[in-house]
Every structure is written in structure tokens, then in C-alpha cells.
């Protein structure tokens, strides 16, 4: 069975500022993916980010770069140079070789200017 | 570019009415999936299908019923509607199963109050 863990339910930053959310995972196969999705108050889920279990460098997506930690089961988001527009909820999902993804709880993050 | 869409976006029903949550896409993915959404707890699976005519349970199925008789639609019915129901549902859809770069694509999700 797989599980992802999100520890912060709430984060603040500063508008200018980065910051990481963090992403912990269980998952006894060998080969698997991680995801980032983002969810802003209108209610929508917008994809992020994509590391794969084998992938040798951590993904990077304009001001999103994944901190993959493949030893120690993380997988956490940082977002570079915050906007006010980046306050919204963020999901953490990964997929093995099955057909069903798993979710994280979600943090909340809220930038402040 | 439409997606996946989804209708209605808010409903309020009564305890024990029925209603049909629909879901269609036109990406021609194989993939589609149903989630519920409360508050805090992240998503949580309900039904899914892999292909036309095919569908299963997933963590939460009890109460819904899904069919997939195209690729493009998923329907939901919620029979006997109990507050419990009252949820966020949003559904997927995805090019390929397993392991695969490929993420999801959701709906805008449908706000649904059982009274």
C-alpha cells in the first residue's frame, strides 16, 4: 500500500520569498512517480511537477523545483520568489505501477505581501 | 480546449433524493477516475474505470454508482442521498494507467449539499 504524508497544514511566506512544502511517502514498489498539484480557492486541481522514482535530477518547472530525496522518502515542493497569486492548497500524489494514484492531506499556503 | 468537465458545478438535494453527476472528456483518455473532497482530507477515490465498459471500486464507494459505457463519459449517481454525501466531487481522467509521466487532469468539481 502506498502513502503520502503532508506534516504542514498550514504555511506562510512572504511575497518575494521561497518556500518548501514537504512531501513524505511509504510505498513498497520499486518504481513509482510523485506529482504536484495546486489548488487555488475556485476550487480547481492544477498539475505542478512530475519526479520520477529513477529519474537522476530533481524536476524543475519554472519557479517549482521538487527536492526529491529518494533515500529518505521525500519528495517536497519549493516554490521560488513567491506570489500572491501562489496562495492556494498543494497536493502531493505519487503512482506506482498500478492504476490508482494516492493523495496527500494538502497544505495550505498563504503569501503575504 | 475543454478537458474534462464537469456538470453541474453546485447542487443541493434533499435526504433521499437521487441525482447524476456528469463527466465527460474530450481528450481521449482511457483513464477516468471519481473523488470526493471534505475538508482537510484530501481526496479520496470512489470509482474508477480503465476503458469503456469498465469500472471498480475505490476507498469510498459505498452509496454511488458509475457506468462507462464511452471513453469521452463517467457518470456518478448518488441513490438515496445522505448528508454524508455532502462534498466536493471532482472527477479525472488520465492518457495512461501505471507508471507514467502523465498527471491528471481534473474538472472544475461539483459542490454538492445534501439537506
Known amino acids: 500500500a502506498q502513502k503520502i504524508t503532508q506534516t504542514q497544514p498550514g504555511m506562510f511566506v512572504q511575497e518575494k520569498e521561497a518556500v518548501t512544502l514537504d512531501c513524505t511517502y511509504d510505498t513498497s514498489d520499486q518504481s513509482y512517480g510523485l506529482f504536484w498539484y495546486k489548488q487555488p480557492s475556485s476550487g480547481e486541481m492544477i498539475f505542478l511537477i512530475y519526479q520520477g522514482s529513477y529519474d537522476e535530477q530533481n524536476a524543475t518547472e519554472g519557479r517549482y523545483s521538487l527536492n526529491f530525496q529518494k533515500a529518505r522518502k521525500s519528495a517536497n515542493l519549493v516554490i521560488s520568489a513567491s506570489q500572491l497569486g501562489d496562495s492556494a492548497m498543494y497536493f502531493c500524489a505519487m503512482k506506482g505501477p498500478g492504476y490508482i494514484p494516492t493523495f496527500g492531506r494538502g497544505t495550505s499556503l498563504i503569501v503575504h505581501p | 480546449n475543454a478537458g474534462v468537465t ?86 479525472a481522467s488520465s492518457l495512461t494507467g501505471g507508471l507514467s509521466n502523465q498527471p491528471q487532469h481534473f474538472g472544475d468539481g461539483t459542490r454538492l449539499s445534501i439537506l
Open chain 2, 6 to 91: 464537469q456538470t453541474p458545478k453546485f447542487r443541493i438535494l434533499k435526504i433521499g433524493q437521487s441525482m447524476t453527476l456528469q463527466c465527460t472528456q474530450d481528450m481521449n483518455h482511457n483513464y477516468m477516475y471519481w473523488y470526493r473532497q471534505d475538508p482537510g482530507m484530501g481526496l479520496k477515490l470512489i470509482y474508477y474505470s480503465v476503458g469503456a465498459g469498465i469500472t471498480d471500486k475505490g476507498e469510498v464507494p459505498n452509496g454511488y454508482n458509475v457506468s462507462r459505457s464511452t471513453t469521452e463519459d463517467f457518470p456518478l449517481r448518488l441513490e438515496l442521498a445522505a448528508p454524508s454525501q455532502t462534498s466536493v466531487y471532482f472527477c
